[in-house]
């Protein structure tokens, strides 16, 4: 009966420290570190962003205009089309490895790539509207508003 209780005790703790967690990631504040571009295509490298599909686009949706006035990002081509894709910064900027890290020309080497953690776009075409990209899925938002989760 001992054993029974203490692991009820154990499994609550744990649920309480994941939930604190969760709700701590969710609602830190995000860290812009770094812009970068190039014509219509935006990097945005970061910290502490939202794990959830809601919580990353609720953050574009409160954060866009914001992020326009700062950073002229979005930057749409003349067709008006554009691409921003956001990027976990990690551990810092890095070297080349020659293999499989982002590097930015804008910057200077030997310290101008990051790791490829993406974890959200937001794309804009005439024909598909506004996208917002993550690693599971695709959501749209409709003419209304409302945002609708595409079925793959």
């Known amino acids: 009966m001992k054993n029974k209780i203490k692991i009820v005790i154990v499994m609550a703790v744990c649920s309480?420290?994941?939930a604190g967690y969760f709700l701590w990631s969710e609602y830190c504040s995000v860290k812009i570190v770094s812009v970068h571009g190039a014509g219509n295509f935006s990097d945005v490298l970061?910290?502490?962003?939202?794990?959830?599909?809601?919580?990353?686009?609720?953050?574009?949706?409160?954060n866009k205009d914001a992020l326009k006035q700062k950073y002229d990002i979005p930057k749409p081509a003349s067709y008006g089309n554009y691409t921003v894709s956001i990027w976990l910064f990690g551990e810092g900027y890095k070297e080349d490895d020659g293999y499989d890290r982002l590097c930015f020309s804008d910057m200077a080497p030997p310290l101008n790539c990051i790791e490829k953690?993406?974890?959200?776009?937001?794309?804009?075409?005439?024909?598909?509207?506004?996208?917002?990209?993550?690693?599971?899925?695709?959501?749209?938002?409709?003419?209304?508003?409302?945002?609708?989760?595409?079925?793959?």
């Open 117 to 152: 953690d993406r974890v959200f776009i937001i794309s804009y075409s005439k024909n598909s509207g506004l996208t917002f990209t993550v690693e599971d899925g695709e959501y749209r938002m409709k003419d209304s508003g409302e945002i609708i989760k595409e079925k793959r």
């Open 46 to 62: 970061v910290k502490n962003f939202p794990i959830t599909d809601r919580g990353k686009i609720d953050w574009w949706l409160k």
């Open 16 to 18: 309480a420290v994941l």
